[in-house]
């Protein structure tokens, strides 16, 4: 401030004297005053960007929120969602090439050199061997090998290559590198947070090779996944991922969570991923690549977490790829053995309970972990669902109550299905129900079901058999079909 002040003084006192020199042009003189105000400008901007506030990280972390989601940020952003062309770089194949045939999904993952420890090996036999022959025909692995050490990435090609010759003939494996020649200045950037500079530079070559390696898979597969090089699969996640897939059909959605930790298990539809390698181009230097994600999803207007459990991938590195320091974070949530993830059919859902602020009916008929929260119910009410085509059910599970709310439980309740459609497209029911059982300590299960119900069923409702004072939470709603439901 006192800096300014010297110069504002000083522009002044400039004014005066050259405006009793009378011998120089009216036009001098504003030139001269509009280089000194453009001096001042620069001078403020050094001023600010000179100190770094310290203090609560979460604090700067919001200030960082606000800042992306500015209006010149996303003015910036919206030109560039217009442009979907790939960036223009060259790749080295290391180890196999794309096969022109479109793979389901595309699994990516970006590896450098640690100081301790190295999971990369693990990682990908773990994505192969919890996968099934017929998974394996319609996944991609794209490894990038973004250190600049060449005589690491030619150790590492020989390892991968030995142990997994089948995969790279097949076309399932691929190794790229990207020479250092392509990337961007990565010394003496801008220290956000206050991070020194060595961890500046980690995290913004990171941005980099994520965003390299986002522009390679543009056009492998239907869809991608991120993985990190020290990760543990659960067993046969890809079915697991499309059959959530197939229940978001109909339903907008720029980012799925798979895991709660970093960068792992996020998914991503392929037509996004050039947009997402020029944006965490544009702000490379800005912050750690986790954080920019969120800023990504957000400009394309998704603004709230779609986040599955159990989750599909575990952290399993013991020593961080940022100078080999401990990193022993775990997704409590992961499941390694099979598990059984619902269809759920796309469906209309509604009930006449009078639901409490923004809990609304979709949120249990979903692996999201969010709920339906009703009002104390009456005899005779209902929770409803719609199916938009007659399936075959072979399983039905419902669960009501929460841990922290053992009491907002279904206490008297039954389960029904229905056939013999009426209505319009807004007001469907069915006409014909058949009660399947009641619930027990407020949950219901039945297997079994395609040999119990012998039509198809157009609808499924939940109904209140007597009244209770408590408020009824549903927290899940699985369905398992016995065919596919497009089919």
Not at 268 to 292: G, I, K, T, V
Not at 380 to 404: A, L, M, N, Q
Request: aromatic share 12%; proline share 3%; with cysteine.
């Amino acid at each position: 401030q006192v800096t300014l002040l010297y110069a504002f003084l000083h522009m002044r006192h400039s004014l005066k004297y050259f405006d009793k020199m009378r011998c120089l042009r009216k036009r001098s003189a504003v030139s001269f005053l509009g280089v000194l105000v453009i001096c001042l400008l620069f001078m403020n901007l050094y001023i600010e960007d000179g100190y770094v506030l310290e203090g609560d990280k979460q604090l700067i972390r919001e200030t960082a929120t606000h800042q992306l989601n500015s209006e010149r940020y996303v003015h910036t952003f919206k030109d560039l969602s217009n442009f979907s062309g790939s960036i223009n770089i060259s790749y080295r194949y290391l180890a196999g090439t794309p096969l022109p045939r479109k793979r389901y999904l595309t699994i990516g993952l970006s590896s450098v050199k640690r100081k301790k420890g190295n999971y990369l090996l693990e990682t990908i036999k773990s994505i192969f061997e919890q996968s099934s022959y017929e998974e394996l025909k319609e996944i991609a692995v794209v490894v990038q090998l973004a250190d600049f050490d060449s005589a690491w990435c030619e150790g590492m090609v020989q390892d991968i290559s030995q142990k997994f010759a089948h995969h790279i003939i097949a076309g399932r494996l691929i190794v790229i590198h990207v020479p250092e020649e392509y990337y961007p200045v990565l010394d003496g950037l801008k220290r956000n947070y206050n991070d020194p500079e060595d961890r500046v530079k980690f995290r913004s070559k990171q941005n980099v090779d994520y965003a390299f390696l986002l522009n390679f898979c543009a056009n492998l597969s239907d869809y991608y996944v991120m993985l990190e090089d020290d990760v543990r699969c659960s067993k046969n996640f890809l079915t697991a991922v499309k059959k959530v897939i197939t229940s978001r059909e109909g339903s907008y959605w720029v980012t799925l969570e798979f895991s709660k930790l970093g960068y792992i298990g996020k998914l991503y539809h392929s037509h996004d991923l050039p947009r997402l390698a020029h944006f965490l181009l544009m702000f490379y230097q800005e912050m750690p690549c986790d954080w920019l994600l969120i800023h990504f999803r957000g400009l394309l207007a998704q603004k709230e977490v779609i986040r599955f459990k159990p989750s599909l991938f575990q952290h399993m590195g013991y020593y961080s790829s940022y100078k080999g320091a401990e990193n022993k974070l775990k997704d409590d949530d992961f499941e390694e053995e099979s598990f059984d993830i619902p269809d759920n059919p796309p469906a209309n859902l509604h009930t006449n309970m009078n639901v409490f602020e923004n809990y609304e009916a979709s949120k249990a008929y979903s692996s999201i972990d969010e709920y339906f929260w009703g009002k104390a119910p009456s005899t005779g009410d209902f929770y409803g669902i719609v199916f938009e085509k007659p399936i075959k059910i072979s399983k039905i599970k419902v669960v009501t109550g929460t841990e922290d709310r053992q009491n907002d439980i279904l206490h008297h309740g039954a389960l029904e299905v229905g056939e013999k459609i009426v209505g319009s497209k807004k007001g469907r029911q069915c006409t014909t129900y058949l009660r399947l059982g009641e619930f027990k300590n407020g949950n219901f299960e039945i297997t079994n079901l395609e040999h119990k119900v012998l039509f198809d069923i157009n609808c499924m409702r939940i109904l209140v058999t007597k009244s209770q004072k408590e408020w009824l939470i549903i927290k899940s709603i699985s369905v398992w079909t016995s065919q596919a439901p497009n089919q």
